[in-house]
């Protein structure tokens, strides 16, 4: 258990956009760390159809079709259903109602200066034709957030403006009815730095070259590894090469498990004499032995999809519940209660 | 049957921001429309809690304060539960969940052309400080008018581009389904004029002046009637007075039922020799006599709140059923049914 810097009886909530099949760099920079808090956590992962519409909304079928993919994927990596409830967003009414109510509380230009959206919104293009529903996604997250009345949320550090704007609703909601009735939610910020993307020039994502699936076929694998960046100026085997930026000695330092032979590699290449063919196998073997067990389970899964919709559905009906009851709290400092 | 020209069988949907109790002004513009409408079409009655909270977050009890009134101004009036269902915004979570599917569809740019809601945030004094919830509430009132599946809204004219951007976001979803799903909606306009306010300043309602509400005591009719603006220049009996722009004379042409009384009043009036303290003591007989019965049956309502109550509740219902099942129809759309 390495998060045992955290206060036990955390009530964690995390999620991914169903937008496409999750790969290595969710691996290293959150499904790892989930699988070791889902042990002495109560932790919730929302699989999130309806924030993924938010930019795909004119090509729904990106989402639709991504949902058990994605659901695959956490088993497959170790995400027990037992330990961790995983819920699908779009069966949960009590946040689009938690989104409706915050939204009063937040102006356009707040959701204009925040930093992420901002970033997202030139990244994508979307200048003033940006959806209103992604402009307003941040509310959504805060809604998703409190919803569970989560505590602690494992994100990359471009989120943490999510968690300012989330506490900010905290602290509205809480001033309203003059009681605590959200909690504040802390970040919890990875450990690991972000995986490359294989040509070096940024973090892997679907966007960024092509990402190594967690459901990548051997050929797949193979053809990613032969074609990372490396060092450029390593024209022969026999001369230096150089470490830093060379992808292959990221992801060995990720990946392999054997720490010394790692470093080993590290001072044959840049002395000289290491030729990236050989680097590359070496990390191609470690990959394609991370990746098969991981595969194979996710295929079984796939296969019959009968158990990752019960998956779903039970982890979306007892999160309905808990979501619910957090709605009817805030429904009433709003006076929304005279039926009830 | 005064709206013989319009079709039968067409699906109304109407409402109003529980903001404040309902006025002449009301009456005047909708509520006869409705008692009349009732008869003869399936119309269901809105009452918006939720849109009310968009520009009232920070002070929710105006909100909450006044459903009940108003579902007591809508029975004393005469709508009859029987033949319009009356429900509560805020118990019908699929209207929030269509707002947020359909957030997706319609950019921050367009909401912003919105010619009403402009004209609302400048009167308001919002600028960049508007709240989010404000500057989407017509994908919302799309939200309440699909739902429904509306085929006919009464509005004034100033609501008019609430009716296009509803149309638009149909449009949009019917072609994403590449068949009908939606239907488009018409407005139906008030054949009467707005009723001014008796400063005559502008129509009647909640921010001009003091509105007369259907649940006026004696002494407020009174005041309301003799604070009226009339002719600033006639200044004796004998001197002829001007109809034009006559508060007193355009409440007579409404409210009073002898028509050709009134057209003789408005002789001697503009003869001379007719003085307003005249004209406004037949009008004040006139409004005791029509807000009397209202008021007793409002009264009444309003001592045991169980009926109303009921009401709501039965109608919310009612409507929870209806609008699930277009939701149902518009999340298959977007592939969000992979659990059901």
């Given at each position: 258990m390495k998060n045992n810097h955290i206060k036990q009886s955390e009530t964690i909530l995390t999620g991914d956009r169903a937008t496409g099949p999750l790969h290595l760099g969710h691996y290293v920079g959150s499904l790892k760390q989930r699988v070791e808090l889902q042990s002495n956590h109560k932790q919730t992962i929302l699989v999130a159809d309806m924030q993924g519409l938010t930019d795909n909304a004119n090509n729904?079928?990106?989402v639709s079709e991504n949902i058990l993919n994605v659901v695959a994927d956490y088993l497959a990596v170790g995400i027990d259903p037992k330990l961790t409830t995983i819920c699908l967003q779009s069966?949960?009414?009590a946040l689009t109602e938690l989104t409706m109510l915050y939204s009063n509380l937040v102006t356009i230009a707040r959701l204009e200066r925040n930093p992420t959206v901002k970033n997202?919104?030139?990244q994508k293009g979307f200048a003033r034709s940006i959806p209103a529903g992604f402009l307003t996604y941040p509310i959504s997250q805060a809604a998703d957030i409190t919803a569970f009345n989560a505590t602690?949320?494992?994100v990359g550090d471009d989120q943490l403006p999510m968690i300012e704007q989330t506490n900010e609703i905290v602290r509205k909601i809480n001033?309203?009815?003059k009681k605590r009735v959200l909690n504040e939610c802390r970040p919890l910020l990875s450990k690991s730095s972000r995986l490359p993307s294989t040509d070096g020039k940024s973090k892997m994502s679907k966007s960024n070259g092509k990402p190594i699936n967690l459901g990548s076929n051997e050929k797949e694998i193979r053809q990613a590894v032969r074609s990372m960046y490396t060092d450029p100026n390593h024209q022969s085997i026999d001369s230096p090469g150089r470490i830093a930026g060379n992808v292959v000695f990221t992801y060995l330092d990720t990946?392999?498990?054997d720490i010394a032979y790692v470093k080993q590699l590290k001072e044959h290449?840049?002395?000289?004499g290491l030729g990236d063919g050989y680097t590359k196998a070496i990390l191609e073997e470690c990959l394609q032995e991370f990746i098969r067990p991981i595969r194979k389970r996710r295929n079984e899964l796939l296969r019959d999809k009968s158990f990752l919709i019960e998956v779903l559905k039970s982890g979306s009906k007892k999160s309905q519940i808990e979501t619910k009851k957090v709605l009817l709290q805030v429904k009433d400092i709003f006076g929304l209660n005279i039926l009830n």
């Open positions: 729904p079928s990106i069966q949960l009414p997202e919104i030139h602690l949320i494992p001033s309203l009815a990946f392999h498990s290449y840049q002395r000289g």
